[in-house]
């Protein structure tokens, strides 16, 4: 069941089934190379943007977003070779099918539904918090999230679809850690509308830093929370260093209720990881202390 909530493909199909056939983006399988340009051709001509998804990759590790106006002077074969290129440059290893969807526009906000799954016989499923993720957006790659500040209508619509998604992945034999990513999307003339994108049947960016923070800090003076996950390439950076350069906005027991907590030492192949969360009275308070700690990183890392 970890495998399958972790299949992109697989777990789409199964959000139609469980919520209804508007519950996801058009998904499609492609079955070797051919079927996978002929599949984006046709999306392109209907959709501004198309994405390709390695289903079994983590997170945006193999995502291929592709402009739809750029492809129109493009032969098929053309089409086939820069997918199999650029798909081969992400790290996958001509395994199929592939996803071949359609990126969604008009999107309003990137939500990320953080669950707990007991075992059948213990309950049902929770929602610990509603994240909103924040992403680069040429990839969607995850850099961080922050406390949901979606509407109180759009919210319980979210909570309650994750639910029951989560509660069938239950029935079916799932337990443990899970999150649900979506995109809320809202055109003028419609109401918002949630895309179910992925499920992630494992501990994640978030939900480690969430759980984290409810035993360093207890109780927690707030839900406001704040996590941000980057690396600065060719920037190697010393964790003594940081400890010296955010002293004063460093969580520290017993003496403040509110601060930066550093979730990984910084060391990383590609330069230097900044694992951060961030715990305030409010959510600005926390976003602020996240903003200024990174302010002063750049100020100060090496170029």
Known sequence: MAR???????FAGFARQVIGPGATPP?????????????????????????IKVPDSAGSAGNLRLDSEGLKQLSLADLRAMIVQRLHATGWQDTYPVLVGVWDSDVIGSPSAQLWLPHLSDGPPVVEGIFEQRLRTEVAAFVGAARSTLPDALQKQFSS???RIASVLQRLGYFGRCSLDAVI??????????????????????????????????????????????????????LPDLLELWNDLLFKK???KSGLIIMAAPNHPRGGLINLLSVGETQDGADAMLDEAMHRLSGTAPV
């Open 27 to 51: 998904t499609l399988a492609a079955y070797g190379p051919a079927a996978t340009a002929g599949l984006v051709r046709r999306l392109s001509k209907t959709f501004d943007q198309v994405v």
């Open 4 to 10: 399958r909530a972790n299949d992109k493909l697989w």
């Open 161 to 163: 679809e994750a639910l």
């Open 185 to 238: 999307c809202q055109t003028a003339d419609a109401p918002p509308r949630v895309h179910w994108i992925e499920c992630n049947g494992r501990w994640g960016g978030v939900s480690i830093p969430m759980t984290a923070a409810g035993q360093i800090i207890d109780p927690l003076p707030s839900k406001a929370m704040a996590v941000v996950q980057e690396v600065l390439k060719d920037r190697p950076v010393r």
């Open 254 to 256: 017993g003496k403040r």
